[in-house]
């Protein structure tokens, strides 16, 4: 049986708190203390790299995919067990969900924000029934997480889309949520209806 594969979106970007480096070493090295694999964005920048690191480091096999126009950007990284080299954006996050059994989001940035929203529209459309969350730290998704229960209050999320998105601070209980049956296909369903 493969290994549980779990796609994580954060940021190129080390960001302004050590906290979100700490955040970024603990969950590579929980995922390889799993026997997990990680799928990720293939760079070796800000937490990216810092979390793939940290899963090597560990014994995890990671997974890297990113677009060739970003491969000097973000200096891809040169160490992963695996690094794909994909011509666009979409490419990119197709082969990172194909890949992967969930998906969570750390503290990052625009892209981190796209990639989170757009996995989660694709498991509202019935894309993919695979579960995502939010791993979050020194309240960095407090005020999405507002924002959220404020659309559903307007009226333009259902309290079955919010619920979802699984969110923890504790990185242990988000895996075990993550991981649990929750009538998940393997990663070849992806994008069959």
Same mark, same amino acid.
């Given at each position: 049986?493969?290994?549980?594969?779990?796609?994580?979106?954060?940021?190129?970007?080390?960001?302004?708190?050590?906290?979100?480096?700490?955040?970024?070493?603990?969950?590579? $090295?929980?995922?390889?203390?799993?026997?997990?694999?990680?799928?990720?964005?293939?760079?070796?920048?800000?937490?990216?790299?810092?979390?793939?690191?940290?899963?090597?480091?560990?014994?995890?096999?990671?997974?890297?995919?990113?677009?060739?126009?970003?491969?000097?950007?973000?200096?891809?990284?040169?160490?992963?067990?695996?690094?794909?080299?994909?011509?666009?954006?979409?490419?990119?996050?197709?082969?990172?969900?194909?890949?992967?059994?969930?998906?969570?989001?750390?503290?990052?940035?625009?892209? $981190?924000?796209?990639?989170?929203?757009?996995?989660?529209?694709?498991?509202?459309?019935?894309?993919?029934?695979?579960?995502?969350?939010?791993?979050?730290?020194?309240?960095?998704? &407090?005020?999405?997480?507002?924002?959220?229960?404020? &659309?559903?209050?307007?009226?333009?999320?259902?309290?079955?889309?919010?619920?979802?998105?699984?969110?923890?601070?504790?990185?242990?209980?988000?895996?075990?949520?993550?991981?649990?049956?929750?009538?998940?296909?393997?990663?070849?369903?992806?994008?069959? $209806?």
């Amino acid at each position: 049986m493969a290994a549980f594969s779990l796609c994580v979106y954060c940021g190129s970007r080390a960001g302004a708190r050590p906290a979100y480096a700490e955040l970024a070493k603990r969950l590579g $090295t929980a995922i390889g203390a799993r026997g997990w694999q990680l799928v990720y964005g293939g760079g070796r920048a800000g937490l990216m790299g810092i979390l793939a690191d940290a899963a090597l480091r560990a014994g995890a096999h990671v997974v890297g995919v990113i677009p060739e126009s970003l491969l000097r950007l973000e200096v891809g990284h040169a160490g992963l067990s695996e690094q794909h080299v994909v011509q666009t954006m979409h490419q990119r996050k197709t082969l990172m969900a194909e890949r992967a059994d969930a998906f969570v989001a750390m503290p990052g940035g625009i892209g $981190t924000f796209e990639e989170l929203f757009e996995v989660w529209t694709w498991r509202h459309l019935g894309y993919h029934n695979r579960p995502l969350g939010l791993l979050d730290v020194e309240g960095y998704w &407090s005020p999405l997480l507002a924002f959220l229960r404020l &659309s559903e209050v307007e009226g333009f999320i259902s309290p079955n889309q919010r619920a979802m998105l699984l969110v923890d601070q504790d990185i242990e209980a988000l895996m075990d949520a993550l991981s649990a049956p929750c009538g998940a296909g393997p990663a070849s369903d992806f994008g069959r $209806t």
